[in-house]
């Protein structure tokens, strides 16, 4: 297989099974992959969405139950929790994570479900999952989750009005400090000071929320961090297009047409709203009381490739300007969430930081190359998969990768790069 190592694919799948059989959970009727057990020994909706992917290269089965699991999880008025902490055997918590969780303690209800959503990846997963599988039974099980948690974010998301997703703390990105998200916080990562305020903020916010009940109305009266993220709104264009497709599979027509229609709306919104034509990329945007960018260039700034409805000439511009770029994304390992050129002024701190530094995320790796290859760059995201798969290997299955070195950074065993399997699948096998 063009550019892939065998040796370096049997490795990785060998540590998936491993990672995957300690990460995973049977609590009662639950199922799930906790993304790390050490530190992250939780049900998170967006790490299952990525682990469900993953499994499905190992066992079908076992990602249809985790789904099933998730999907059980929204609430009835449509809220995905961002994170569920269950008690189990599995789940007992190290004491460093139960002292985060009293630092947090703002951020969840009374059964342990987090306030906050996340970017809606499970609804993608769940097609790509049913796509391999048909199991009818299975997704008249998980579709009314599905529609409640879509119509959430369309009906109660829209902060703005402008027909996108917004978010209303940084955890809702998935990417939590991330430079455009500490930008439209008032920090900044090239400034020495600024280092507390990135420590502290995201508590506070927390914090604020919680006083304000979570309730949207006066978070948004309040108008502290009300944001149109990019891997939000990219992943929920998405979203709605597996919705619409899964709808047609449902036997609901109607859905299907409703959905695709929102899919559509969804990202012209992005395109008037967020594209900058002078950077030739996304910026996100915040502020309801003065909406401006934040332009401040990440790999979430290319993410509308992902979304499926990207316009083909954008969609170039983003591969040539910037993915494809040696003094931005396209450097000796693949693929930095933050621009090379742009970095190159950070601070230190930023290193100890998520999302801030020189880092490399096995999920926006997946979804790049997929962005990649459903714009006709085959060869590229070939190049992309296999550079994941060795970089893998060789490091083991980590948080994220130093972007310098491709050394594993963080949390050991964590799940996310069981997506190289997939992207091994999709890429050269399937194709
Ligand atoms: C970190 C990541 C977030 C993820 C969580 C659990 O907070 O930034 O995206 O969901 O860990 O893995």
Same mark, same amino acid.
């Given at each position: 297989?063009?550019?892939?190592?065998?040796?370096?694919?049997?490795?990785?799948?060998?540590?998936?099974?491993?990672?995957?059989?300690?990460?995973?959970?049977?609590?009662?009727?639950?199922?799930?992959?906790?993304?790390?057990?050490?530190?992250?020994?939780?049900?998170?909706?967006?790490?299952?969405?990525?682990?469900?992917?993953?499994?499905?290269?190992?066992?079908?089965?076992?990602?249809?139950?985790?789904?099933?699991?998730?999907?059980?999880?929204?609430?009835?008025?449509?809220?995905?929790?961002?994170?569920?902490?269950?008690?189990?055997?599995?789940?007992r918590a190290s004491l460093s994570r139960n002292l985060l969780r009293r630092m947090f303690r703002w951020a969840y209800d009374s059964n342990g479900a987090s306030r906050m959503?996340?970017?809606?990846?499970?609804?993608?997963?769940?097609?790509?999952?049913?796509?391999?599988?048909?199991?009818?039974?299975?997704?008249?099980?998980?579709?009314?989750?599905?529609?409640?948690?879509?119509?959430?974010?369309?009906?109660?998301?829209?902060?703005?009005?402008?027909?996108?997703?917004?978010?209303?703390?940084?955890?809702?990105?998935g990417t939590d400090l991330s430079p455009q998200i500490l930008s439209a916080l008032g920090i900044d990562p090239a400034k020495r000071a600024d280092a507390l305020k990135a420590t502290f903020l995201v508590p506070l916010l927390c914090r604020h929320c919680d006083r304000l009940s979570w309730d949207l109305k006066s978070i948004s009266?309040?108008?502290?961090?009300?944001?149109?993220?990019?891997?939000?709104?990219?992943?929920?264009?998405?979203?709605?297009?597996?919705?619409?497709?899964?709808?047609?599979?449902?036997? /609901?027509? +109607? !859905?299907?047409?409703?959905?695709?229609?929102?899919?559509? *709306?969804?990202?012209?919104? %992005?395109?008037?709203? &967020?594209?900058?034509?002078?950077?030739?990329?996304?910026?996100?945007?915040? /502020?309801? +009381? !003065?909406?401006?960018?934040?332009?401040?260039?990440?790999? *979430?700034?290319?993410?509308? %490739?992902?979304?499926? &409805?990207?316009?083909?000439?954008?969609?170039?511009?983003?591969?040539?300007?910037?993915?494809l770029n040696p003094s931005e994304f396209w450097v000796d390992y693949l693929i930095p969430f933050n621009s090379h050129r742009q970095i190159a002024g950070f601070r230190p701190w930023s290193d100890k930081k998520l999302w801030a530094g020189h880092c490399i995320w096995a999920n926006f790796n997946w979804m790049i190359a997929i962005g990649l290859w459903d714009h006709g760059r085959e060869a590229e995201a070939r190049k992309l998969a296999a550079r994941t798969v060795e970089m893998v290997a060789r490091a083991g299955f980590w948080e994220y990768y130093d972007s310098r070195t491709g050394e594993g950074r963080r949390m050991r065993d964590f799940t996310w790069p069981g997506l190289a399997l997939d992207m091994v699948d999709r890429f050269f096998v399937r194709a």
């Open positions: 297989m063009d550019g892939l190592d065998e040796t370096d694919l049997l490795k990785v799948r060998d540590e998936a099974l491993r990672v995957f059989e300690a990460a995973e959970v049977h609590a009662g009727s639950d199922y799930f992959h906790m993304p790390n057990a050490k530190y992250y020994p939780s049900l998170f909706a967006w790490d299952s969405g990525f682990n469900a992917v993953a499994m499905s290269q190992i066992d079908a089965e076992r990602s249809m139950r985790e789904l099933e699991t998730l999907f059980g999880r929204v609430a009835p008025d449509g809220h995905m929790p961002h994170e569920v902490l269950i008690d189990c055997e599995e789940t959503t996340d970017p809606p990846i499970y609804v993608f997963a769940a097609e790509q999952v049913y796509s391999g599988t048909r199991d009818a039974k299975w997704l008249a099980k998980i579709w009314p989750g599905i529609r409640r948690l879509l119509d959430y974010l369309i009906f109660e998301r829209d902060l703005f009005d402008s027909g996108l997703v917004s978010i209303v703390h940084p955890w809702e990105a009266a309040a108008n502290r961090f009300i944001f149109e993220d990019l891997t939000m709104n990219s992943i929920t264009i998405r979203a709605l297009t597996s919705a619409s497709r899964l709808a047609n599979e449902a036997g /609901d027509p +109607a !859905a299907a047409a409703r959905y695709d229609e929102r899919a559509r *709306a969804m990202a012209s919104a %992005l395109d008037e709203l &967020l594209w900058d034509d002078e950077a030739g990329c996304y910026f996100p945007r915040f /502020d309801l +009381a !003065a909406p401006r960018n934040v332009r401040v260039i990440t790999a *979430a700034s290319v993410l509308p %490739l992902f979304s499926g &409805l990207c316009e083909p000439e954008r969609a170039a511009r983003m591969i040539e300007e910037h993915v």
